[in-house]
């Protein structure tokens, strides 16, 4: 990667940066302070007497370790007014602060905890309130086990936001009219209506080059954001069953990256023992890396940081990156893409710092691989709009050349083919439509009926979502007046459904994309309630079906559920009509959904 850009990069680095900060809620460059222990109250370690009964949980014992740690959460009543069991900022593994930065997450040393806030958020652009000791998760449960015994189906929540930006959960404080967007409290309120409780449960990971770097030069493992979630996971196997949940009956799922996440720990090895079924919700076709690319990004990193003089030993240039200023690690890892990183990277150079196919923990690329788990796979129906639509162009000039250029570096050879497929629709919408068009369809919507298929093949029930419904209240704002602003309009203008925009829907939560609260409309609180009985159902027993709700059919069936909010609600979609909308089989599926670059085979072959 390069801090240097030539006219001649200027349009495809202005997608990549477009890209990046679609995924990401925050701005980049301002700066980023880490909170210590003293100033959050949260970490306030207490002694047991402090807990009242109904508050108070010891978690299981820890091998070689003689004290079992007691965590003191909230009691709140839900909207029926049983009580309802919150547990916030729970650490779930040791700080990764100094010392330990880059190294495998370790099981914490066990204290009392005052679990009423939540943890600090993992270093990242535009925030004050992260910290590098940040691997923190949240219980919301309707009862406590104390003495262990849970049966209730438990759901794990991965947030998103390109592997660079977001957590588990954040305190809004004096902020009046804002409210977390991932708080569990209604799903696991709604679940009890429905007589189907529910444990809740999301958590932070490394992010960043914090969370990603890798290199054996440097003697770096890389994919700490992903072992971080195996090892909430872990916690969550040891310790739920405190929690009024079922540790054999874990549900995992999650949005962009977090569902990219979700779909590794599907086919990771390691993780088999510990969730039972998966459900994705707007995953994308962006590869992971090679540990080659892996490698070139870290010397890059290095480069930045200055800490490659002349002479220093590996050991030495670690030493340098460890000592760097937290700030300056989250400053250094947003690079500047070149047309030569975009020839060398592929798609990959639009998330530079995603997961490392590493041969250990993570063995292949999952679209390559065999699932053996129920699952649930999902997109929106403009999910590139944020993406595309942040792009600084204004002359029609400027979109045909962005168009054109950036097919032949994706497609390569095949570029003639996609042309021809879109013409029609370019002729009739223009460049930017189409260009939008074609990475909805290719990234998103073709790439998860795939990823569908191809796991049939190992026997699993599967099933398949498009949400059409178009929100009532602007779910993407224009936070700068600059390139978000035609984010903002265009997904505020119906019929469009972007990114991300069935999360608010999923949690039940009415809120934007700056955490400002909104208002459902009658039919979407509708909506919200389908959807959740949807999941907390599917999270049950591994169907989603559940009775008064329209049926949704096996994806091995070729059908597939549309959701929308009343009038229309529910639908059931036929597969040959949904996939040729979006070319799936005419074009997509023969060019392959894992490119590391313009005409990349498939499945790479497996193997260091």
């Known amino acids: ?56 949980v010891e978690l299981a014992p820890q091998s070689g370790v003689s004290h079992t740690q007691t965590v003191c959460g909230l009691v709140q009543p839900d909207q ?17 602060a100094l010392g330990r930065r880059w190294t495998d997450p370790l099981p914490p040393t066990y204290r009392d905890l005052r679990a009423t806030e939540y943890g600090p958020r993992c270093p990242q652009g535009g925030l004050d309130d992260v910290n590098e000791d940040c691997l923190y998760l949240n219980v ?16 794990v929540f991965i947030h998103g936001g390109a592997f660079i930006s977001g957590s588990g959960g954040w305190a809004p404080g004096a902020a009046t009219g804002h409210q977390n967007l991932y708080e569990g409290k209604q799903f696991v309120a709604t679940s009890r209506t429905g007589g189907a409780n529910v444990v809740f449960v999301t958590l932070n990971y490394r992010l960043g080059a914090l969370g990603f770097l890798a290199g054996d030069v440097l003697g770096l493992s890389g994919n700490y954001g992903i072992k971080d979630q195996t090892a909430a996971l872990q916690w969550v196997n040891r310790n739920i069953q405190r929690f009024g949940g079922d540790p054999g009956n874990v549900m995992i799922f999650g949005e962009s990256a977090g569902a990219q996440s979700t779909a590794l720990h599907l086919t990771m090895p390691g993780d088999q023992t510990l969730f039972a079924k998966a459900l994705t919700e707007s995953n994308y076709a962006i590869s992971y890396q090679t540990v080659q690319d892996a490698q070139g990004k870290a010397d890059a990193f290095v480069s930045l940081a200055q800490c490659n003089m002349p002479g220093r030993t590996p050991a030495g240039v670690l030493a340098c990156l460890r000592e760097l ?24 150079a639009i998330l530079p710092w995603n997961p490392v196919i590493d041969h250990t923990v993570i063995t292949q690329d999952p679209i390559c691989a065999s ?5 649930i796979v999902g997109t929106n129906l403009n999910e590139s709009i944020p993406f595309i639509g942040g792009l600084p162009f204004t002359l029609d000039s400027e979109w045909r050349a962005t168009y054109h250029g950036l097919l032949a570096w994706l497609f390569g050879l095949k570029v003639g083919d996609v042309l021809v497929e879109y013409s029609p629709f370019y002729e009739q ?23 569908a298929s191809t796991a049939l093949h190992a026997g699993p029930a599967s099933y398949r979502y498009h949400n059409v419904h178009h929100p009532s209240f602007p779910n993407w704002t224009n936070k700068d007046g600059g390139a978000t602003k035609g984010v903002a309009l265009a997904c ?27 208002t459902f409309s009658a039919e979407e609180v509708v909506l919200s309630s389908a959807l959740q009985n949807y999941w907390i159902q599917f999270a049950r027993g591994s169907n989603p079906n559940a009775p008064s709700q329209t049926s949704w059919p096996l994806d091995s069936l070729g059908q597939l559920l549309q959701i929308q909010a009343p009038p229309l609600g529910m639908t059931v979609l036929e597969d040959d009509t949904f996939e040729a909308t979006a070319h799936c089989k005419s074009l997509w599926d023969n060019i392959g959904y894992t490119l590391t670059k313009a005409g990349a085979s498939k499945c790479p072959p497996s193997g260091p």
């Not at 919408?429 to 990823?451: H, M, S």
């Open 325 to 348: 200023p937290m700030s300056t690690v989250v400053k250094n890892q947003l690079f500047d893409v070149s047309l030569a990183d975009l020839e060398k990277y592929g798609l990959q």
């Open 1 to 56: 990667m390069t801090k240097t850009r030539s006219s001649r990069n200027l349009a495809l680095a202005s997608v990549i940066t477009a890209l990046l900060a679609g995924c990401s809620s925050q701005p980049a460059e301002e700066p980023v302070r880490g909170k210590t222990a003293a100033e959050r109250p949260e970490l306030v370690y207490i002694g047991r007497s402090a807990c009242t009964a109904d508050t108070k």
């Open 140 to 155: 919301w449960t309707p009862k406590i086990t104390p003495q262990g015994g849970g049966d209730l189906p438990v759901m």
């Open 80 to 96: 029926s007014g049983a009580p309802l069991h919150i547990y916030l900022g729970i650490q779930y593994a040791e700080s990764t």
């Open 371 to 375: 699932v053996t788990k129920p699952f």
């Open 492 to 518: 505020a203008t119906s019929p469009n459904v972007c990114h991300a925009d069935e999360l608010t829907f999923v949690f039940g939560n009415a809120t934007n994309d700056q955490s400002k609260a909104q």
């Open 429 to 451: 919408y223009g460049p930017k439509a189409a260009l939008e068009q074609v990475v909805t369809d290719y990234l998103w919507t073709c790439f998860n009926r795939d990823f």
